[in-house]
């Protein structure tokens, strides 16, 4: 059994103790890391060996930055950067094999204030995740594209969906994006092992909604059928959001059979 990880911490320096203490406890295998906000020299190797994990990242002075941490299985990098703009110099993409299964890292584009230039690139960067899916869906192997995704799919992803109609993670335009991306023939993960239950994965900092569960669910796995078939269980390690100094997403896993 392998147990991956999704975590969005929010500053991977500022709440290295969170990191710490959740890898301690949780022990996943493997662990997709976003919104590192570190240049790639300050990324905390030290800390990440100490705790028992191998580490390939591609991070980014004050914003952006992606991971993949491994605890028993090599990492083989694969590429970094998602392929289809040489102009952007945003780190959100990186990509490997661990222990035969081809991970991408991903960290989508907020896109707010929508309608406007950062919407307009999230929805180009989309367009271009697309295109790399489609690429990666004529592989064999296991794939895994995995981590923030900055969209709720459904009206069941988000407390009052109608407070979000003009927002970017939940626009018309950027669900649509998400459903072209799943019609390919992408499994998501934690709505299929439970269809019906409100499950969120993000809280703000404002207005207590951690402690009102007015949350979100923005966060994703979503597998290939070779990995699909594998699937056994997953949740969110909710807990983690109430912690002191944590980041405003919750650690998000889910286990898959071995080979």
Not at 231 to 246: F, M
Request: hydrophobic fraction near 40%; aromatic fraction near 10%; include cysteine.
């Amino acid at each position: 059994m392998m147990k991956i990880a999704t975590y969005n911490v929010n500053g991977v320096n500022g709440r290295l103790p969170v990191l710490l203490k959740w890898l301690k406890i949780a022990k996943p295998d493997v662990v997709c890391l976003q919104e590192l906000k570190s240049p790639d020299e300050k990324f905390p190797m030290a800390a990440v060996e100490e705790a028992g994990y191998k580490a390939i990242w591609h991070g980014q002075k004050s914003w952006n930055g992606v991971a993949i941490l491994s605890r028993k299985h090599p990492i083989r990098e694969i590429g970094r950067g998602l392929p289809g703009d040489p102009e952007d110099m945003q780190s959100r993409f990186i990509e490997a094999e661990v222990k035969g299964i081809h991970i991408c890292c991903l960290y989508l584009p907020n896109g707010n204030p929508a309608p406007g230039p950062k919407f307009d690139y999230k929805l180009e960067w989309f367009k271009r995740l697309t295109a790399k899916a489609k690429q990666l869906q004529k592989l064999t192997e296991p794939v895994l594209l995995v981590g923030d995704f900055n969209v709720m799919p459904t009206e069941l992803d988000v407390y009052k969906p109608e407070r979000w109609v003009d927002d970017a993670l939940f626009r018309p335009e950027t669900r649509a994006a998400f459903q072209k991306l799943i019609k390919q023939g992408w499994t998501d993960a934690i709505r299929t092992l439970y269809p019906d239950e409100v499950i969120y994965t993000f809280w703000d900092y404002f207005r207590n909604a951690y402690g009102r569960n007015a949350g979100l669910r923005i966060d994703h796995f979503l597998m290939n059928d070779a990995l699909s078939k594998r699937l056994q269980n997953g949740g969110v390690d909710k807990e983690v959001r109430g912690w002191e100094k944590t980041s405003d997403h919750a650690p998000v896993w889910i286990t898959v059979k071995d080979k």
